[in-house]
Structure formats: structure tokens, C-alpha cells
């Protein structure tokens, strides 16, 4: 059934269909280490260190598992206070040590505290972008699978939000996942951003996805349509897979539910037909 957006804009609400198309990225995470030819396990080292940022993981059965634990520290407590964050990206690109270029500029006071490689490990131009994890249900945490732009060009820095999920909004009926496209600090874009119900436990496995074209991101949950955003992103992304501990109001932390665990079966791209 097609809906409209406006008066000349029909939506295309037909459920995601993936055969037939070969995947130029199908991570499993079978072997057992990180692939470090696609992952960098360090969120936006930048601003921090590599080694205040490095992800905690380990590879499971059938599983990559990051995890948040008692011991882990705050990522950036300069510019980011207390979060507590654990990631990998396909990317890395930041300017000299004091400049204020770096990917993921989240305030205007951001300054580089340590120099960085650049690293161009996977970084998808349209086409199908699909992850299968699992969320953490507990009010501090929260998942997230959002692919930004390589930003090399400034204004290259928008983010498609393929999902973002806090364990406070997961209740035993279902829950609720942020997907959409943010501009960040790309002027050309707006903000088009939403949360969708979905029902069912979210603490289980579930598919998310976009299927991205010049002119349209079409996000997807479980391979069905639940948003079209008609924007035009014409850039490279890079992907990015957090789990969060965000910080309470008094200071304290619930350390009798650590660790917080984001459990990932699968990430797969699939090129522009």
C-alpha cells in the first residue's frame, strides 16, 4: 500500500529484497579476531586517545559481543563527560594534533588531542547497508548503528541513523528504534529522524537496514518498509557500531548490571544495483 508524503512524492513501502544481490561486505565474525582490514575498534580517537577508546569485544560463537564493563572509563571526559562508550568504525579520518577537524564534530569546543591515521577500510557509496544485533535492555544503555560520512570535505558529515535504541524505551512488549537521517554539519541535509514501535523483544536479534540510493534512504526493520526520507546524500559513509553507557544525573553507575553486552550476528553491504 503506498502512502503519500506530500502533493508528488508516493512512497515506495514495499519490504526489502535482497535476491539475487551479492554482498561486497558479509562480516559474520567467524574467525575468531577482529578483521582489522574492515574494523577500527576505537570511537572517534580524535578527541580522546586510541587507548582511552579502544573497544572491549570478544568473539563468540555466533556473535561479536561488545561490552561496557565495572572498569570501563569515560571515553572523553574533557569533551564528552561520563559516557562510557564501546565501537568500531570502517574509518578514520581527523586533522593535526590541536586543529579542530575530526570526523563526528558533536560541539562546537572539540579540539584533536591526538593525532590519528587516516584509515579508508569500508566505506560504502549507496547501495544496502544491514545489521542484525541485538539491544541491551537497561535504562543506561544504548545501541546504535549509524553510518556517517568520511568527512575529508567538512560538509560531508551527515549520518544515516540505521537504528538507535535505549534500553530505557524497551519494555516486554516491544520498543521503540530512532531511525532517519541527521545533517549534522552538512547544510544541504535536515533533519528527518523518528522512532518506530516495533513489537517483540528487542533484546533478541532483529534485522535493520536501509536501502540507499541518490535521491532516497529507505530504512527497513526486519527486511519490512518503515520510513523513506528523500534527501540526497551523495558521499562515501563509514560505518559505525556503538553500545553506550550513558551517565546518570546523581553520578552513580548500576555496576550489579555490568557488563552491558551488544551482541552483532551479521553486518552486510550490497552495492548499488
Same mark, same amino acid.
Given at each position: 500500500?503506498?502512502?503519500?508524503?506530500?502533493?508528488?512524492?508516493?512512497?515506495?513501502?514495499?519490504?526489502?529484497?535482497?535476491?539475487?544481490?551479492?554482498?561486497?561486505?558479509?562480516?559474520?565474525?567467524?574467525?575468531?579476531?577482529?578483521?582489522?582490514?574492515?574494523?577500527?575498534?576505537?570511537?572517534?580517537?580524535?578527541?580522546?586517545?586510541?587507548?582511552?577508546? *579502544?573497544? $572491549?569485544?570478544?568473539? %563468540?560463537?555466533? =556473535?561479536?559481543?561488545?561490552?561496557?564493563?565495572? !572498569?570501563?572509563?569515560?571515553? #572523553?571526559?574533557?569533551?564528552?563527560?561520563?559516557?562510557?562508550?564501546?565501537?568500531?568504525?570502517?574509518?578514520?579520518?581527523?586533522?593535526?594534533?590541536?586543529?579542530?577537524?575530526?570526523?563526528?564534530?558533536?560541539?562546537?569546543?572539540?579540539?584533536?588531542?591526538?593525532?590519528?591515521?587516516?584509515?579508508?577500510?569500508?566505506?560504502?557509496?549507496?547501495?544496502?547497508?544491514?545489521?542484525?544485533?541485538? *539491544?541491551? $535492555?537497561?535504562?543506561? %544503555?544504548?545501541? =546504535?548503528?549509524?553510518?556517517?560520512?568520511?568527512? !575529508?570535505?567538512?560538509?560531508? #558529515?551527515?549520518?544515516?541513523?540505521?537504528?538507535?535504541?535505549?534500553?530505557?524505551?524497551?519494555?516486554?512488549?516491544?520498543?521503540?528504534?530512532?531511525?532517519?537521517?541527521?545533517?549534522?554539519?552538512?547544510?544541504?541535509?535536515?533533519?528527518?529522524?523518528?522512532?518506530?514501535?516495533?513489537?517483540?523483544?528487542?533484546?533478541?536479534?532483529?534485522?535493520?537496514?536501509?536501502?540507499?540510493?541518490?535521491? *532516497?534512504? $529507505?530504512?527497513?526493520?526486519?527486511?519490512?518498509?518503515?520510513?523513506?526520507?528523500?534527501?540526497?546524500?551523495?558521499?562515501?559513509?563509514?560505518?559505525?557500531?556503538?553500545?553506550?553507557?550513558?551517565?546518570?544525573?546523581?553520578?552513580?553507575?548500576?555496576?550489579?548490571?555490568?557488563?552491558?553486552?551488544?551482541?552483532?550476528?551479521?553486518?552486510?553491504?550490497?552495492?548499488?544495483?
Amino acid at each position: 500500500m503506498a502512502d503519500m508524503t506530500d502533493d508528488t512524492t508516493i512512497l515506495d513501502t514495499s519490504p526489502l529484497d535482497l535476491d539475487g544481490r551479492e554482498p561486497d561486505l558479509d562480516e559474520r565474525f567467524g574467525e575468531g579476531v577482529l578483521d582489522e582490514k574492515v574494523w577500527w575498534p576505537h570511537y572517534l580517537p580524535h578527541w580522546s586517545s586510541r587507548e582511552r577508546t *579502544a573497544a $572491549r569485544y570478544r568473539i %563468540a560463537p555466533d =556473535a561479536l559481543e561488545l561490552f561496557i564493563d565495572a !572498569d570501563t572509563a569515560p571515553w #572523553s571526559p574533557e569533551f564528552d563527560g561520563e559516557n562510557r562508550v564501546c565501537h568500531l568504525q570502517t574509518g578514520q579520518f581527523s586533522g593535526e594534533r590541536g586543529s579542530p577537524i575530526g570526523q563526528h564534530r558533536f560541539r562546537d569546543s572539540l579540539v584533536v588531542r591526538e593525532e590519528q591515521p587516516e584509515r579508508r577500510l569500508h566505506l560504502p557509496r549507496f547501495g544496502v547497508i544491514e545489521v542484525r544485533m541485538a *539491544a541491551v $535492555r537497561h535504562p543506561d %544503555a544504548m545501541v =546504535a548503528f549509524w553510518p556517517i560520512g568520511f568527512e !575529508d570535505r567538512p560538509e560531508d #558529515s551527515g549520518e544515516i541513523c540505521i537504528a538507535e535504541i535505549f534500553g530505557s524505551e524497551i519494555d516486554d512488549d516491544g520498543g521503540w528504534v530512532g531511525v532517519g537521517v541527521k545533517r549534522q554539519h552538512d547544510s544541504r541535509l535536515r533533519d528527518e529522524f523518528e522512532k518506530i514501535r516495533v513489537d517483540g523483544d528487542l533484546t533478541e536479534m532483529h534485522d535493520y537496514a536501509v536501502e540507499w540510493t541518490p535521491d *532516497a534512504v $529507505r530504512f527497513f526493520i526486519d527486511h519490512r518498509w518503515v520510513k523513506t526520507v528523500h534527501q540526497r546524500i551523495d558521499y562515501p559513509v563509514q560505518l559505525m557500531l556503538d553500545l553506550y553507557e550513558l551517565p546518570r544525573a546523581d553520578g552513580t553507575r548500576d555496576t550489579a548490571a555490568l557488563p552491558h553486552t551488544l551482541r552483532v550476528e551479521r553486518v552486510r553491504t550490497f552495492p548499488p544495483r
